[in-house]
Every structure is written in structure tokens, then in C-alpha cells.
């Protein structure tokens, strides 16, 4: 195939010049094929990567069918996350999951920010993956032993048991207990009945279970509009668990200077529990958040167990350092006394101070605490 001339007719091509891709006998008459989709994918996706940002991968799709689903790749849409958000943590990756890919999650964030702007907030899918978290009961420790050494172990009981078989069957007869291959007497099938007495004091493990004790800030620099949003986001937790189909109860504590018990370790009643957040009005106040701590370890002791204890801290976290230190110390102390208990902070108002919440939450476990903390709805500046 050869080239076009200015009047429209195409010249012959020259004898033994080498094939192109614009010249391939295989193309159809007058496709021409861009160098760049010659390309190898990698090359492609390195270039893909250097071309700017998420605007400029959203038109590579609207080009050509090899653009277009190179720019669908996951890999793609992860590096611009972390370019534009920062380094995704196991949060973002369970949300992403959740979405379908990091493509829907990164376009849900988008529209969220500048639904909310200038506040911040997460798209949904980081929420429901939130939730998610909050009602994951702890994985059972595999056995202490491996499955050989167990086999191992079982082979040796046998043989012991095997190796005193004799002296047992020859003492047993001494003693009136009939030898093998002999009817046992009937004072024998009687029995006392211990036997049975101990088989029926015994009872089935109970299943493992999750209580939730929200902590929610009500003190005086908390607005309306933030209590409501710690309100809402409460609801939705509930909605999540209960639709998850894990056995939990929930009980509720609002703090200031005081504390106040909106309710105690309930079940799970989704319409019930949206008639308590209707109700909830906020207290006003200071913000004492170790002793709303301490109330909730009191909630949770009488608790088996096998009940996974979360706290769950809705706060904007401006408190001064010895606050924090005594927060940091009772939840210290419940992680301790009452293990297993997990700590999810939450940030919700003007100002949130970021640090001294994971500083507090970090008492349980610090290596995931990056991971248990969400700002909810946050505007990254002072409330005066």
C-alpha cells in the first residue's frame, strides 16, 4: 500500500521497501494505525502512568479500544490514589474491593469531596468498609501443634493404651469388672449415675459475638451538625451489622464532663435504635473521654468471653495532653483486663486532632491504628 498524494490518488509503493503497519496488507483500506498502540502494554502503561493524572486516563478511554481498557487497569487507578490521597491503607483496600476496583472507588471519593467541599469526608465504599471492620470477630489461633506432630501424638497414645491393655484387663477382673468377651452384671448397668449427671452439667461453647459501645462526644465544641453526622454514621453501623448477620449487641454512651448512658449492651434492634439517635440530644460540656472509658469497661464486664469488645469513639479529639495521657491509660487498662477489645476513632467536627486520637486508640494494638481511624466529616481548620 502506498502513500496519497495531494490530488486524492494513492502512489504505488516502491519495490522491496519493508512492510509498516501502515502499509500491512492485513489492514483495511485507509486505517491507519498509531505508532503508539505498536507499543508493548508495558511500555503503555508506563506512559499511561507519566501522563498527568486522573483526567487524563478518564480521555485516554474516550480514544480507542486498546486505550480504553488499559485505562480501566486497577494498577492505574491504585498509583493515582496514592498520588493524589496518599498511600492507601488495608481500609482502602477493603473498599476498593467493595467498589468493584480502585477506578469506582477513586471516582465515588471524587464526587464525595466536591459534593462536601471544603469539607472532607470518605466516599461510601470506605464507610461500609469501615463498618465492616467494626463487626469482624477475632480469627480462632490455629493448633499449637502441626497436623503430623498431632498424628504423631495420636499414634503414641494408642500405643500406650495398647501396651497396658493386659494388666488392666487381668486387675479389672480382680475387682468384679467382667474381662472381655463377658456380660456386664446388672448392679453394673445400673451404676450410680454419675456418669450421666456429668454429661448433662455440660453445656454447648456459646457463640462468639460482637458488642459495640459507641463513645460520642457531646461536649460544647461539638455542633449540631456534627452531632448529627456521629448520629447518622451511628445508624449506619447498626444497619451494617445487623444486615451482616452477626450475633452483637450495641450500647451507646455520650460523654462531656460527665457521662450518660443512652443505652446499655442491647441485641441489635435496627428500628429501635433509630428511634434512640432521633431522641439524642447533646449534653454540652467538657470532654472527658477517659471516663467515658471507664464507663464502657463497666458495661462490657459482665460480658463473656468469647464477646469481642469495640469501642467505637466519635470525637473531634481536642483535648489537652493530660486528658489524653489518662484516655490513653484507661484504654490501656480495659485492653488488658477485658481482652480481646479493639478501638475505632472516628473525627467528626473543625480542627480534629488526628494525632492525640491515634494516640488514644493505639493502646489496643498501635501497629493497625492507622487503619481503625476514618475522618468522617472534618474541615482541617480551627473552630475560632
Known amino acids: 500500500m502506498g502513500s496519497v498524494t495531494r490530488s486524492g490518488k494513492r502512489r504505488a509503493a516502491e519495490p522491496g521497501s519493508p512492510p509498516t503497519p501502515h502499509s500491512s496488507s492485513e489492514a483495511r483500506p485507509g486505517l491507519r494505525i498509531a505508532p503508539l498502540l505498536t507499543l508493548p502494554s508495558?511500555?503503555?502503561?508506563?506512559?499511561?502512568?507519566?501522563?498527568?493524572?486522573?483526567?487524563?486516563?478518564?480521555?485516554?478511554?474516550?480514544?480507542?479500544?486498546?486505550?480504553?481498557?488499559?485505562?480501566?487497569?486497577?494498577?492505574?487507578?491504585?498509583?493515582?490514589?496514592?498520588?493524589?490521597?496518599?498511600?492507601?491503607?488495608?481500609?482502602?483496600?477493603?473498599?476498593?474491593?467493595?467498589?468493584?476496583?480502585?477506578?469506582?472507588?477513586?471516582?465515588?471519593?471524587?464526587?464525595?469531596?466536591?459534593?462536601?467541599?471544603?469539607?472532607?469526608?470518605?466516599?461510601?465504599?470506605?464507610?461500609?468498609?469501615?463498618?465492616?471492620?467494626?463487626?469482624?470477630?477475632?480469627?480462632?489461633?490455629?493448633?499449637?501443634?502441626?497436623?503430623?506432630?498431632?498424628?504423631?501424638?495420636?499414634?503414641?497414645?494408642?500405643?500406650?493404651?495398647?501396651?497396658?491393655?493386659?494388666?488392666?484387663?487381668?486387675?479389672?477382673?480382680?475387682?468384679?469388672?467382667?474381662?472381655?468377651g463377658e456380660a456386664p452384671d446388672e448392679a453394673m448397668l445400673a451404676g450410680d449415675g454419675a456418669e450421666a449427671e456429668l454429661g448433662a452439667e455440660i453445656e454447648p461453647e456459646p457463640e462468639p459475638e460482637?458488642?459495640?459501645?459507641?463513645?460520642?462526644?457531646?461536649?460544647?465544641?461539638?455542633?449540631?451538625?456534627?452531632?448529627?453526622?456521629?448520629?447518622?454514621?451511628?445508624?449506619?453501623?447498626?444497619?451494617?451489622?445487623?444486615?451482616?448477620?452477626?450475633?452483637?449487641?450495641?450500647?451507646?454512651?455520650?460523654?462531656?464532663?460527665?457521662?450518660?448512658?443512652?443505652?446499655?449492651?442491647?441485641?441489635?434492634?435496627?428500628?429501635?435504635?433509630?428511634?434512640?439517635?432521633?431522641?439524642?440530644?447533646?449534653?454540652?460540656?467538657?470532654?472527658?473521654?477517659?471516663?467515658?472509658v471507664q464507663k464502657a469497661g463497666q458495661l462490657l464486664k459482665p460480658l463473656g468471653p468469647r464477646t469481642q469488645r469495640v469501642l467505637v469513639l466519635l470525637t473531634d479529639g481536642r483535648i489537652d495532653s493530660h486528658q489524653s495521657r489518662e484516655a490513653h491509660e484507661m484504654c490501656a487498662r480495659l485492653a488488658d483486663e477485658q481482652a480481646p477489645v479493639r478501638l475505632h476513632a472516628y473525627g467528626v467536627g473543625r480542627g480534629v486532632d488526628r494525632e492525640e486520637l491515634l494516640r488514644i486508640i493505639s493502646a489496643s494494638d498501635a501497629a493497625t491504628a492507622e487503619d481503625r481511624y476514618l475522618a468522617l466529616m472534618v474541615l482541617d481548620e480551627a473552630p475560632w
Request: glycine fraction near 10%; aromatic fraction near 6%; hydrophobic fraction near 45%.
Open 42 to 180: 508495558e511500555l503503555l502503561e508506563l506512559a499511561a502512568l507519566k501522563s498527568g493524572g486522573f483526567r487524563e486516563l478518564c480521555s485516554l478511554s474516550q480514544t480507542n479500544t486498546v486505550l480504553r481498557e488499559l485505562s480501566q487497569d486497577c494498577r492505574l487507578w491504585r498509583a493515582e490514589w496514592e498520588r493524589v490521597y496518599g498511600p492507601p491503607g488495608r481500609l482502602q483496600e477493603a473498599a476498593a474491593k467493595r467498589a468493584g476496583g480502585w477506578k469506582a472507588l477513586f471516582a465515588s471519593r471524587h464526587a464525595t469531596l466536591r459534593e462536601a467541599d471544603p469539607w472532607l469526608k470518605p466516599s461510601p465504599y470506605e464507610v461500609q468498609a469501615s463498618v465492616d471492620m467494626l463487626a469482624t470477630l477475632p480469627t480462632p489461633a490455629p493448633p499449637a501443634s502441626g497436623s503430623a506432630a498431632a498424628c504423631e501424638g495420636a499414634e503414641e497414645a494408642a500405643a500406650a493404651g495398647a501396651s497396658v491393655m493386659a494388666p488392666a484387663a487381668s486387675a479389672a477382673a480382680g475387682n468384679g469388672v467382667p474381662a472381655a
Open 210 to 292: 460482637v458488642c459495640l459501645v459507641f463513645l460520642v462526644d457531646g461536649s460544647g465544641s461539638v455542633t449540631e451538625e456534627d452531632f448529627r453526622v456521629m448520629t447518622d454514621f451511628m445508624l449506619t453501623a447498626v444497619q451494617g451489622v445487623a444486615a451482616g448477620g452477626v450475633r452483637a449487641k450495641v450500647a451507646v454512651v455520650q460523654f462531656s464532663n460527665d457521662v450518660r448512658v443512652e443505652q446499655g449492651p442491647t441485641d441489635v434492634d435496627v428500628e429501635g435504635f433509630e428511634a434512640l439517635m432521633a431522641g439524642m440530644h447533646r449534653m454540652n460540656g467538657g470532654t472527658n473521654i477517659a471516663l467515658a
